[in-house]
Each structure stands twice: as structure tokens, then as C-alpha cells.
Nanobody, 126 residues
């Protein structure tokens, strides 16, 4: 199983930006979907943004549309999440995850993704 390692988290003030990275230890097939989830304290993990690795179609949760951008570098097996105009409600642990046999990028559910990174913390202060 490919290992996923997130980086780029850290404290930021509201209105600021961060870029998260997720380095995969092996090849990501075009049939995979990869995404970013977040979990705020006391809340369930939710899908934030996802990308179909082959055709690069994307999904964004309504709460981040227009502020977050997901992208990938196929040569480097790396997934990114550019987060702009951050808000305190964006605070949480951000997880990278992958899902095999995913040809259509749609709304993300945690149970559909079977490979997870360890998470990176993003505290946003007001």
C-alpha cells in the first residue's frame, strides 16, 4: 500500500494562506481519486477537496469553493491543497487520502477512501 505523508500545516491568521502537500511513496494510478479531508475538534471528518488522478476533475465542498485549490504533480506523486482566505472555521487536522478504482470524482465520503496519511494540523486564529 502506498504511504501518504502530509506536510505544510501550521498556525495561520484569518485571511492568510497555506499550501498543504501530500507525498505518496509510490506510483498513483490514473484510476485513483485522491483528496483532502479535515476534522475539526469534536466534529466528524469531512471531505474538503478531491481530484481524479487521471483526468484531473475536481470536487470541492461548498464551504471552500473559491478559496481552496487542489492540484497534483503526477511526476512527483504529490497532491497539493492551496488554501487562501483562511477562516477560523477552517481549523482542523487535514488528512490526505486515496481511493482506488475511482473513475469519477464526486462528493467524498470517508468510508470510500481506504488509505490515509497521518494528518497535519491547521489552526486558524481570528
Amino acid at each position: 500500500q502506498v504511504q501518504l505523508v502530509e506536510s505544510g500545516g501550521g498556525s495561520v491568521q484569518a485571511g492568510g494562506s497555506l499550501r498543504l502537500s501530500c507525498q505518496a511513496s509510490g506510483y498513483i494510478y490514473n484510476s485513483y481519486c485522491m483528496g483532502w479531508f479535515r476534522q475539526a475538534p469534536g466534529q466528524e471528518r469531512e471531505g474538503v477537496a478531491g481530484i481524479q488522478w487521471g483526468d484531473r476533475t475536481t470536487y470541492y465542498a461548498d464551504s471552500v469553493k473559491g478559496r481552496f485549490t487542489i492540484s497534483r504533480d503526477n511526476a512527483e506523486n504529490t497532491l497539493y491543497l492551496q488554501m487562501n482566505s483562511l477562516k477560523p472555521e477552517d481549523t482542523g487536522i487535514y488528512y490526505c487520502a486515496s481511493r482506488a478504482a475511482c473513475w469519477v470524482m464526486a462528493k467524498m465520503s470517508t468510508y470510500e477512501y481506504n488509505n490515509w496519511g497521518q494528518g497535519t494540523q491547521v489552526p486558524v486564529s481570528s
